[in-house]
Structure formats: structure tokens, C-alpha cells
């Protein structure tokens, strides 16, 4: 939005407050989220080059409006309602505690399919650009763009009320399962953002984690709302050793672990504990959280029990299965019983219509990691190449530049 990273995390973390005070305020999310992409702009221009106001989210607040009455004078039939939103609402207006919750319900309505809600929730409450939606669902981007503006529609069709609906009804279970795959993928693309020159994104991560402790506060009961910030928790506990002095990627078995977070880890480990009293069967957050626990009880890499985390991959793979999950399972078959039958694994995936990996970096990481192992660093180098030039993360592509130079360095040496 703007070259000037204060003004754009501020902007990020204001455009939901204020999309979820004027839809309350006017119950039509569809113009109002219009209206405040429109303020975001004005803003984007205007604060970089003459200060960010003494209160900034008023100041988006009166744009936005001004833009939603605009946009109702130049429609006769919605009058009447143009005189409801046409006062200027004060300054010092504040949101409510649970406006962006309730925002995040009100996009997860019924009406919408679970793709569909999850993709506009991320666009209004994460803040995500389609481009960085349409990767977190491995689609082109012009097919996420035509499931968002349908999504609007049907919303816009529906009279969707912006409010928290009641527990006891039928869409209920429905809606909290979109809602927590939306802050899942809001946190993932915090934890390592999908584009851009930094491998991670602060701001989302931490509303993600927000997002969730008042999700798990209203539902206290729930495992997987508690399994899903535990994950969190546990994930977020290695941050800090996720980059080095320059921001370059560190991955999970060169991080210095006294880096990691203990309280954090503590706090997840607490929470996930908690959720297998009640005897139930563990859904897919609690068991990627259990995976999450068992890398961060580890004092080092050679200490990780990794047929543990096989055996929790196999299970999710029943509960929640999907290609990400099977990527996750190669690394840990390789680390169990050898790289070879990883890649035999992986070669089975690429076969399947259903998984449509073959355009996704991370799947090239993979192999190319496997292949590694196993010592084909020829074809190791020529899959990290095409990670590289497939991601859009800065440090990813250079990360992975690297080891396919490591690689190429290598092949050379065994045949000079």
C-alpha cells in the first residue's frame, strides 16, 4: 500500500476495526468494505507525506463514511438508509470488544460455502491481498478474485446480520470451523508471509493469536479452539531464532533453541494437555499442535522423536488430510526410515489429480531435500532452482539459492 512500513502496519491493523464499526453501524458489508479500502487508500497517500493524524482510526472512520454516503446518494432506493450512516460518527468512537469476532462470524455465514467465507474473512480481517489468499489455497489468482466478489454478493443477497449469532444454531458448528481455518491461515501467513521482503509478518501473527485467546475465552470448552492456540503458541515460541542478523531464513534444525520462547512453550504445552482430558478424539489442530509440542520439547535436532511425529502425521492424514499435510509426512518418513521411501511417497502425490502441487514451491523444497539426503545433489540442485524461481518470499528464494548453489558445489566436487 505504501512504501513506509509504519504507516502500512498501522493501516493493517486499523481496516478491520473500522469495516467492522461501519458495518455495524450500517449492516451493508459489501459497501462498506468498499468504503474502507477506499479510506485505506486515501490515507496510504496523504499520511506518509503530511503525518498520521493524532487519531487515526477516527480519521479512516470519518473518510470511510464519507465515502459509504457517497456511495448511498448515488443509489435513490437506499435513501432512507443514507439518512441513518450520513452523520459523522466521533473520533473517539471505539470498537466493541468482540466487533472483529463478530466481523469474522458474519463473514462465515451460512449462506457462503466454507472456501468462499474463509477467502472473504482473510481479504476483511486479515487484510490479505488475493494474490496472498489465492496461494494459501494453491489457485490462481483470478480464481480467487471471482470466489471473494461472489462471496460479496451472496452476502450482500443474504441480509446478513452483524452480530454474534447465538450457539444453539444449526450453522453454528459450521461457521466456528471456517472461522478457525481463518486464523490458521492468517497466522501461517504471519509466521512466513508468502511474499514480500521479510519472512515474517509480526502484525498477523499476533492478531491471529489475539483472534484466537477470544475465540477460546467465549468457547472455553472447545479442544480444537485450544488446540488451534496451542499450535500457535508453540509455533510462534521459535520465532525469534527464525532469522538471522540479516533476516535470512534459519530452518528448524539450525535454529539456536535457547532463542525459542519457554514461556510460550509452556503456555501451549499447558493448553494442548488440557484438551485430551475430556477423551474426546483430537481434530487436526490438536494433533498439528501435538507435532509442534514434540519439535519444541527437543533440545536439539538429533533429539527430535521423529517417529512420534510420523505417527501423528499418519493420524492426521485420516482426520484432515490434504497434500501440505502429506509434504509434512515425507520429511518425517525420510528422518524414520530413509529418504527412498519418502520420495516414493512424494512421486505417488504427483500422480494424484487431486493434490495439484507441481506449480507450488514448497513441494520442489521437498524433494529437493529429500533428494539431498539421499545424495543426488544434481537433481537436489535443479529442484531447489525451481523452488527459488516459484516462490515470491525474499528470503525463501534466497534460501533456497543457496542450497541449490550448496548442492551444485557439491556435484561438482564428486565429479572433479
Wanted: proline share 6%.
Amino acid at each position: 500500500m505504501t512504501g513506509h512500513p509504519t504507516v502500512e502496519d498501522l493501516l493493517r491493523s486499523l481496516a478491520p476495526q473500522v469495516l467492522a464499526l461501519l458495518a455495524r453501524r450500517t449492516g451493508d458489508f459489501d459497501a462498506c468494505e468498499d468504503a474502507v479500502q477506499e479510506a485505506l487508500i486515501a490515507a496510504a497517500r496523504h499520511w506518509p507525506a503530511h503525518g498520521v493524524p493524532e487519531n487515526p482510526r477516527g480519521w479512516l472512520l470519518r473518510t470511510a463514511t464519507r465515502r459509504h454516503t457517497d456511495q448511498m446518494r448515488s443509489e435513490t432506493a437506499r435513501r432512507r438508509r443514507e439518512e441513518r450512516v450520513a452523520s459523522e460518527p466521533a473520533p473517539t468512537e471505539t470498537p466493541s470488544a468482540d466487533d472483529t469476532l463478530a466481523l469474522l462470524f458474519m463473514c462465515c455465514h451460512p449462506t457462503l460455502t466454507p472456501a468462499s467465507a474463509i477467502a472473504l474473512a482473510l481479504r476483511a480481517v486479515g487484510g490479505l491481498t488475493t494474490a496472498q489468499i489465492a496461494a494459501a489455497y494453491l489457485v490462481p489468482e483470478a480464481t480467487m478474485t471471482q470466489r471473494i466478489g461472489r462471496a460479496k454478493l451472496r452476502l450482500k443477497a443474504s441480509s446478513a446480520v452483524f452480530a454474534m449469532p447465538a450457539r444453539d444454531t444449526p450453522d453454528w458448528s459450521a461457521r466456528l470451523r471456517s472461522i478457525l481455518h481463518v486464523l490458521y491461515l492468517l497466522f501461517n501467513e504471519g509466521y512466513t508471509a508468502s511474499t514480500g521482503s521479510a519472512l515474517c509478518r509480526a502484525d498477523l501473527s499476533g492478531e491471529a493469536i489475539r483472534l484466537a485467546r477470544q475465540t477460546h475465552r467465549i468457547l472455553p470448552t472447545q479442544g480444537e479452539v485450544a488446540g488451534l492456540l496451542a499450535l500457535m503458541l508453540l509455533t510462534e515460541a521459535r520465532r525469534p531464532a527464525r532469522t538471522g542478523p540479516h533476516g535470512e531464513l534459519i530452518p528448524l534444525a539450525e535454529q539456536d533453541r535457547t532463542r525459542w520462547d519457554r514461556a510460550l512453550i509452556a503456555e501451549g504445552t499447558a493448553l494442548l494437555m488440557g484438551t485430551f482430558t475430556a477423551g474426546a478424539r483430537p481434530g487436526e489442530y490438536r494433533l498439528q499442535a501435538a507435532v509442534a509440542a514434540v519439535h519444541d520439547e527437543a533440545a536439539t535436532a538429533a533429539d527430535t522423536d521423529w517417529p512420534q511425529i510420523l505417527g501423528l502425521y499418519e493420524l492426521l492424514e485420516q482426520v484432515a488430510g490434504s497434500p501440505s499435510v502429506t509434504l509434512n509426512r515425507a520429511v518425517a518418513l525420510a528422518m524414520v526410515d530413509g529418504p527412498s521411501t519418502a520420495l516414493a511417497l512424494l512421486d505417488r502425490l504427483d500422480g494424484d489429480d487431486r493434490a495439484p502441487l507441481a506449480g507450488h514451491h514448497r513441494a520442489h523444497a521437498v524433494r529437493a531435500h529429500l533428494l539431498e539426503m539421499a545424495g543426488d545433489a544434481a537433481s537436489a540442485a535443479r529442484h531447489y532452482r525451481l523452488a527459488a524461481s516459484l516462490t515470491t518470499s525474499l528470503p525463501e528464494q534466497r534460501y533456497l539459492t543457496a542450497k541449490a548453489a550448496g548442492s551444485r558445489r557439491r556435484t561438482r566436487s564428486a565429479t572433479g
